[in-house]
């Protein structure tokens, strides 16, 4: 079906930013709907944000104005433009797709926002 691969993670001080990338294994041109979540110690996996096939997006309240998802079909990969990081961002960071109304996931990248 799909891979999907998370880079771009890293240990950043508050207020900066991090681009986190996510390359889908094939085209990613007629999936549905892909998106970032995350996962913080001691918390369950949240929505961060997801895009359609269309290009229209949507964010947790938590993140929007900080963060910026996009998608290029042409390199098949996702991207989540994290700014003005806090603390509160700190968590592993999972790629999903939705494809046929079943969901992948990439294998995580940990973003770190401390002083």
């Known amino acids: 079906q799909v891979q999907l691969v998370e880079s771009g993670g890293g240990l950043v001080q508050p207020g900066g930013s991090l681009r986190l990338s996510c390359a889908a294994s094939?085209?990613?041109?007629?999936?549905?709907?892909m998106g970032w979540y995350r996962q913080a110690p001691g918390k369950q996996r949240e929505l961060v944000a997801i895009i359609t096939s269309r290009g229209s997006t949507n964010y947790a309240d938590s993140v929007k104005d900080r963060f910026t998802i996009s998608r290029d079909n042409a390199k098949n990969t996702v991207y989540l433009q994290m700014n003005s990081l806090k603390p509160e961002d700190t968590a592993v960071y999972y790629c999903n797709a939705r494809v046929n109304g079943e969901d992948y996931w990439g294998q995580g990248t940990q973003a770190t926002v401390s002083s």
């Open positions: 094939r085209n990613i041109f007629r999936i549905s709907i």
